[in-house]
């Protein structure tokens, strides 16, 4: 590999490597490392800051050779992934999820430096071959730079990328870039070395788009690089020079100087409204679905990203194609976005004069697909009453009081005679240990959904748990959809692609009186309204449960499985709720603050909006498609919904006879 790596290249990135300090003066120790995407911006690893800052130490120093001549900037952390204390845990004891690894940080000082150029791709093939960069400790507290060479050789759940062995990373490295020298983009960040091994454990830098501050700083990072373009040596005119590049002179070719325009012109124009939208339009620019397991994408760059095939980008026609459908989509949705269109629009015809004239016709025919028309895009979709169409529905069900394994049975209700009959499932034996859930039933859920999806149109999803599960985030969860659906995106959250509902495990067989008139008055009266019903730890009584008429519906900001939160929740449904909203996530101490009072504000306006309650689980699946493209909503990302449909009862176990 080493014949490929360029040296000028190589200048450009650890110039743009850093490393982090305490701002404390007789603190030398060195954290970790991490690099410049955009100005002011800095990416690392979480666990490279994890129990070194906190509430008294919010400010700490970022260092490095092109970074205000090596001299020290103050710096704050702006966003983690982690969503735990930083300062409360030893980061010497806390191993993150590779999910949760990731911080944004800030430069508080406003300095030139370099910026590194971030791959758009998320499809990372086994045998790429990287350098890692980054920086290790030396005994006086200060710093050494450092890089290596090494070689994806395993993929480690969605984002992670298994390195190895060809060398063995030092302590220090991990926050730093992974460069993929055949492209010349930054691709992921080293996380971890394998203990006494050598190799590592990266993360793709696709899970950036995770971040609420994501889409201002990759605009940030586009802006910057197309202002670079006349420095005689920046980050598009080494990759131009790299074997196997097309050339600017091959107008057929789309080069990375088409690339850096393309992108600064998609950063200018309005965001992307939802993944949805993304994905249509990279399905009819490619004529097909991309290869691999892309990631969600949520900007139009990661739209972007998805138009190669292997290590090779499409023709320019089919770049074009995708641009031209964008500026198409803002045009007819964001008339006040003009200026920005336009400037779009006369590059794109500047650009098709170039190449051929028999594909020409390919992008300047190019129309929206009809969902994504004026009035035409999707509605809400009214959740499914008995025999309408296709709901899977997971049963989960703990084996232990620690409940640390499970069994699972997954089931197709399409109205039909075999509704209760179970499609898969492990009902035997040790069970499924907690964390692997999700890689269990990644294979039969895709083939359950294959089953039910429509076109346009998932098939929801609901997971029947117990009071004490009710917090497991299913909603978060990554499965791979192989279905054949006209806007497949083959992984996503699976609270965006489709609504997801829990259930009551323990309401199976016939329905309590209870749960049978509120939840028929409930869809009689069609309007919903919002009820707080936990108030600093301390749940509503019994009673007040009861008689809470008909429409209203239990919010509580503090998980359903524990505390006081379970208390509030049991009297729910012991009084026949049949639909609920609840914060899944922790709950920021014992009292309740300002994040309490915007859920259940929130929460009052997002039900005031919802017509009939047979709309809400789809309203909140679109809330979440919206929040990845920062226009706000977060309250819902980790809000749960309970929605219990009374006709459709859970089916009774066998053996077991469930009254009213």
Not at 243 to 267: C, I, Y
Not at 593 to 618: I, K, M, N, Q
Request: hydrophobic fraction near 35%.
């Amino acid at each position: 590999m080493s014949e490929r790596r360029d040296a000028r290249l190589e200048h450009l990135i650890e110039n743009a490597t850093v490393h982090f300090h305490s701002a404390r003066p007789d603190d030398e120790e060195m954290w970790g490392s991490g690099f410049l995407v955009a100005p002011g911006w800095v990416l690392t690893c979480a666990h490279v800051l994890l129990g070194r800052i906190g509430e008294d130490e919010e400010e700490f120093r970022v260092r490095g050779p092109g970074l205000h001549d090596g001299r020290p900037v103050p710096a704050r952390l702006e966003e983690c992934l982690y969503p735990g204390p930083l300062g409360e845990q030893s980061h010497e004891r806390t191993q993150l999820p590779v999910d949760q690894d990731m911080a944004l940080v800030r430069l508080l000082d406003s300095v030139e430096h370099e910026c590194v150029w971030l791959s758009d791709r998320s499809d990372h093939p086994f045998g790429d071959n990287r350098i890692v960069y980054g920086y290790r400790p030396l005994a006086d507290g200060a710093a050494q730079a450092w890089n290596g060479e090494a070689t994806v050789n395993a993929h480690d759940g969605p984002y992670g990328l298994r390195l190895g062995p060809s060398n063995e990373f030092p302590p220090g490295v991990s926050g730093g870039p992974v460069l993929d020298p055949a492209t010349g983009a930054v691709v992921a960040v080293i996380k971890c070395r394998r203990g006494d091994r050598d190799g590592g454990l990266s993360i793709a830098v696709s899970l950036m788009r995770r971040f609420a501050a994501y889409h201002r700083v990759i605009a940030e990072h586009d802006r910057w690089h197309d202002g670079r373009r006349r420095a005689e040596h920046n980050w598009i005119t080494r990759q131009a020079k790299l074997p196997g590049t097309p050339r600017e002179a091959d107008f057929d070719q789309w080069s990375p100087v088409d690339r850096r325009k393309a992108l600064a012109l998609l950063a200018a124009v309005e965001p992307a409204d939802a993944p949805h939208t993304i994905t249509q339009l990279v399905r009819r620019a490619r004529g097909d679905d991309p290869a691999g397991r892309p990631h969600l994408p949520v900007s139009w760059r990661d739209g972007h990203g998805q138009l190669y095939e292997g290590d090779r980008p499409h023709e320019a026609f089919v770049f074009l194609r995708y641009l031209r459908l964008v500026q198409l989509f803002l045009e007819a949705h964001h008339p006040a976005d003009k200026a920005a269109v336009e400037q779009l629009d006369e590059w794109i015809r500047d650009r098709l004069a170039d190449v051929r004239p028999s594909v020409r016709t390919n992008v300047e025919d190019a129309v929206l697909p009809p969902g994504l028309l004026p009035g035409g895009q999707r509605t809400v979709e009214p959740y499914p009453g008995p025999g309408e169409r296709g709901v899977v529905l997971l049963e989960l069900e703990p084996l232990d009081d620690d409940h640390t394994r499970f069994y699972w049975t997954l089931r197709i209700d399409d109205g039909g005679e075999n509704s209760d009959v179970p499609r898969y499932g492990v009902t035997t034996g040790p069970g499924v240990i907690r964390d692997h859930l999700r890689d269990a039933l990644d294979e039969p859920l895709a083939k359950a959904f294959e089953s039910v999806d429509r076109p346009e149109l998932p098939a929801p999803l609901e997971v029947a748990l117990d009071l004490s599960n009710f917090d497991t985030p299913v909603h978060t969860w990554q499965i791979y959809d192989s279905a054949p659906l006209w806007d497949r995106v083959r992984q996503q959250l699976l609270g965006v692609r489709r609504p997801v509902v829990i259930r009551d495990i323990e309401r199976r067989g016939v329905p309590a009186e209870s749960w049978d008139s509120r939840w028929a008055e409930t869809l009689s009266r069609g309007r919903l309204t919002a009820r707080g019903t936990v108030f600093d730890g301390e749940p509503l009584e019994a009673h007040r449960f009861a008689q809470m008429p008909p429409g209203h519906i239990p919010v509580q900001c503090r998980r359903a499985g524990s505390g006081a939160g379970r208390t509030a929740m049991r009297l729910a449904l012991d009084a026949g709720h049949g639909i609920a909203l609840w914060h899944s996530g922790d709950h920021p101490g014992h009292e309740c603050g300002a994040r309490c009072d915007d859920l259940h504000r929130s929460t009052v306006g997002f039900l005031a909006e919802v017509a009939d309650p047979a709309e809400l689980p789809d309203r909140l699946r679109r809330i979440r498609e919206h929040i990845s493209t920062g226009n706000g909503h977060e309250w819902a990302g980790e809000v749960a919904v309970l929605y219990d449909d009374r006709r459709r009862p859970l089916p009774a176990e066998e053996g077991v006879f469930d009254a009213p």
